[in-house]
Nanobody, 116 residues
């Protein structure tokens, strides 16, 4: 079992920055990849960024050049650095961890609101 806890969300003005954290506990050695998703009101859940154990990253086109996913294996934590935030980035952001058996674990989500 893996437990994931997100933090770092909040209210920020357009053009501002936030860094989200996703702390993993439990069977963390079994995590092969981590990802960030987001869901805005009335919209489908969107994959934002992924990172593998090897450090390979991938991003949604809507966040490329603005968001950076990273992972500190010593701290069992993944991060999402979000710069140049836009109102359309407003959503609940979720962390997902996938283990070696391709079982997904989810955090509870953290709200990000971009507004002036």
């Amino acid at each position: 079992q893996v437990q994931l806890v997100e933090s770092g969300g909040g209210l920020v003005q357009p053009g501002g920055s936030l860094r989200l954290s996703c702390a993993a506990s439990g069977s963390v050695v079994s995590i092969r990849s981590m990802a960030w998703y987001r869901q805005a009101p009335g919209k489908e859940c969107e994959l934002v960024a992924t990172i593998t154990t090897a450090g390979t990253t991938d991003y949604a086109d809507s966040v490329k050049g603005r968001f950076t996913i990273s992972r500190d294996t010593a701290k069992n934590t993944a991060y999402l650095q979000m710069n140049s935030l836009k109102p359309e980035d407003t959503a609940v952001y979720y962390c997902r961890g996938t283990n070696l058996r391709f079982i997904n674990y989810w955090g509870q989500g953290t709200q990000v609101t971009v507004s002036s």
